[in-house]
């Protein structure tokens, strides 16, 4: 890859983030990133974002209650078979 | 020797919470060689959260949700014995709720003529809707602050997407799978996983975009 547009920093973003760039894509994906500060700015946010999505890993949604009226629930429904 | 063993180990682990230490596929034959209904029980403790996040995220409304996660772990309790353990039992439970969970979410819209109530709106202002609890370990009340705002907004966005889109963004980002895990519980490609994650996240990234530029110029 000689010379790298914009749309290829998009089209790479997720090898780029997996670390599945081959050397010379990655040297020439870097060196776009140094002169153009949109292409900086768009992985900037996108790996942003995948750090607000990775703080959602311990994140609940059932309550105290929901798990346990579930619970209660499943215990009368379930029997060995 | 063996007999013992084996009768002294069956008699620990139906004392206190001995089922805590056994992997899945150890509970799955507890229940069902020996009908134990603890070890099913455990299965449960230690997915609820999880599939309950899953199929909230898949359906957005709280109602059908519990709905759902009763008919899978029913489904589950029933359908345990055909678990051949060519997959993680944990990715043939996610294949289980996510078709669930679609296929619930298909059935209401056609009866609800395509309208289902959303019950995700985190703005603190609104105290009818639905909230969800993080599990936080800061003590700083700014800090705090701050992460739940970005987490707010983070699920707003997320929640705007087409539930394929929210679903993948669900078990790469949020839960962790890799793409070929992905891939069995979807039943896709890997090609097909990545690029389905690829427009969702541009999708994603695209709805953040004036948090971002907010977070930009702070």
């Known amino acids: 890859m000689s010379e790298l547009k914009c749309t290829d920093v998009v089209e790479n973003i997720m090898n780029y983030i997996d670390q599945e760039l081959d050397q010379t894509t990655l040297f020439t994906l870097e060196k776009h990133l140094e002169m153009c500060p949109e292409c900086k700015s768009f992985v900037d946010t996108y790996k942003r974002m995948l750090s607000l999505s990775g703080n959602l890993k311990n994140q609940i949604f059932v309550t105290t209650d929901i798990r346990k009226r579930l619970k209660n629930l499943l215990k009368t429904k379930i029997k060995p078979h | ?218």
């Open chain 2, 1 to 218: 020797m063996n007999i013992f063993k084996k009768l002294l180990q069956s008699v620990l682990i139906r004392c206190g919470n001995l089922y805590n230490f056994q992997n899945d596929e150890k509970l799955i034959n507890l229940y069902i060689q020996e009908k134990d209904e603890c070890a099913f029980d455990e299965l449960v403790n230690r997915y609820i959260d999880r599939i309950y996040s899953l199929c909230f995220r898949i359906t957005k409304n709280k109602e059908i949700t519990e709905d759902v996660v009763q008919e899978i772990f029913i489904t589950l309790s029933q359908k345990l014995h055909t678990f051949r353990a060519e997959s993680t039992f944990s990715t043939w439970l996610y294949r289980i709720s996510t078709n669930a969970a679609l296929m619930k979410l298909r059935k209401e819209k056609r009866h609800n003529n395509e309208v289902i109530s959303d019950d995700v709106n985190y703005s603190e202002n609104n105290n009818n809707n639905f909230t969800y609890i993080a599990k936080d370990s800061s003590k700083r009340p700014d800090v705090f602050l701050l992460r739940k705002e970005s987490e707010n907004e983070f699920n707003n966005a997320l929640n705007k997407l087409p539930e394929t889109y929210r679903l993948v963004i669900h078990l790469k980002d949020i839960d962790g799978f890799s793409y070929s895990q992905i891939a069995n519980i979807l039943e896709i490609t890997t090609q097909a996983v990545k690029s389905r994650i690829h427009r969702a996240r541009l999708e994603l990234r695209n709805e953040l975009s004036d948090y971002f530029h907010e977070w930009s110029e702070n």
